[in-house]
């Protein structure tokens, strides 16, 4: 049985940051969230330096297709509607398949 990593990069922006530390306690709070919450995986990948906008990336094990899918879809529904000062820009996902052997 094929193990299956689902992957989802988040682009963020933060209108409400003035300030890297403003920046960084936000998507602190997001990343626990999803941690908490979906049992993932989660590392601000880019814009470290840049007070309104982060890159964030998701990573989720699962030994079904379908159910890396649902969750990684529920992930961005669930930033799409946090009541955090984050909007998503954007959201890119893909599965990657690992075979025994």
């Known amino acids: 049985m ?13 209108p409400a940051s003035q300030s890297l530390k403003d920046k960084r ?6 990343q626990q969230r999803l941690r908490e919450r979906f049992s ?3 590392a601000e990948t880019g814009g470290q330096d840049k007070w309104q906008t982060a890159e964030v990336l998701v990573a989720y094990a699962a030994s ?6 649902e969750v990684l879809a529920t992930i ?14 954007d959201a ?4 990657l398949y690992y075979d025994e052997g």
Not at 25 to 30: D, E, H, I, K, N
Not at 64 to 69: F, L, N, T, V, Y
């Open 25 to 30: 306690q936000a998507v602190r709070s997001l």
């Open 2 to 14: 094929p193990a299956i990593v689902g992957a989802c990069l988040l682009r963020l922006h933060l």
């Open 64 to 69: 079904d297709a379908r159910r890396a899918q």
């Open 76 to 89: 961005v529904r669930f930033v799409e509607e946090s009541h955090l000062p984050i909007e998503l820009v």
């Open 92 to 95: 890119d996902s893909e599965l």
């Open 40 to 42: 993932v995986s989660v």
